[in-house]
């Protein structure tokens, strides 16, 4: 059973865990992905760590 992509809905066996700014974490793929990225809707997951800068 694989995972779907939560936009398009695409089933995909390597989907990116994302922080989006309107749909909380999600999967997706990396169409997607850089899609939603390029329209700035994406929070980097990275960003909550700040202890390490
Ligand atoms: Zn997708």
Do not use: A, P, Q
């Not at 995909?12 to 749909?23: A, G, W, Y």
Request: aromatic share 6%; glycine share 8%.
């Amino acid at each position: 059973m694989g995972i779907k992509c939560t936009i398009c809905g695409k089933e995909e066996d390597s989907l990116l865990r994302t922080n989006h700014k309107e749909l909380g974490t999600i999967k997706l793929c990396v169409d997607c992905w850089s899609k939603e990225n390029y329209k700035k809707k994406l929070l980097n997951l990275e960003d909550f760590c700040g202890c390490c800068r």
